[in-house]
């Protein structure tokens, strides 16, 4: 059974910037593929970004390339996501996932452990 934390959601202005970090609480993290989603009242979960075990692959949503970046340190069990450049649409309850063994996937899916999720939200 793998825990997940996740922190540094807050308020911040358009153009801001903010660094998510997730907690897993299990040994051998590295064996892991984690990703961020996000989700709005009323609408379905999104795929934000990913790293594979093995930190191989690491892929990011149209919406977000250029502006966020993923980042894991599995001797810490920590995985991150630095959003820059942020926007009004940015605004959700962001989730930290992870899958054993994944290959990196964009679909919720694919990931057997969840955190509770932090909420951002981005005032324009």
């Known amino acids: 059974q793998v825990q997940l934390v996740e922190s540094g959601g807050g308020l911040v202005q358009a153009g801001g910037s903010l660094r998510l970090s997730c907690k897993a609480s299990t040994r051998a993290f590295e064996y892991y593929a984690v990703a961020w989603f996000r989700q709005t009242p009323g609408k379905e979960r999104q795929f934000v970004a990913t790293?594979?075990?093995?930190?191989?692959?690491?892929q990011y949503a149209d919406s977000v390339k250029g502006r966020f970046t993923v980042s894991k340190d599995s001797a810490k069990k920590m995985v991150y996501l630095q959003m820059d450049r942020l926007k009004p649409e940015d605004t959700a309850i962001y989730y930290c996932?992870?899958?054993?063994?994944?290959?990196?996937?964009?679909?919720?899916?694919?990931?057997?452990?969840w955190g509770q999720g932090t909420q951002v939200t981005v005032s324009s």
């Open positions: 996932a992870a899958g054993l063994r994944g290959s990196g996937s964009e679909f919720d899916s694919d990931y057997e452990y």
């Open positions: 790293i594979s075990w093995g930190d191989v692959r690491i």
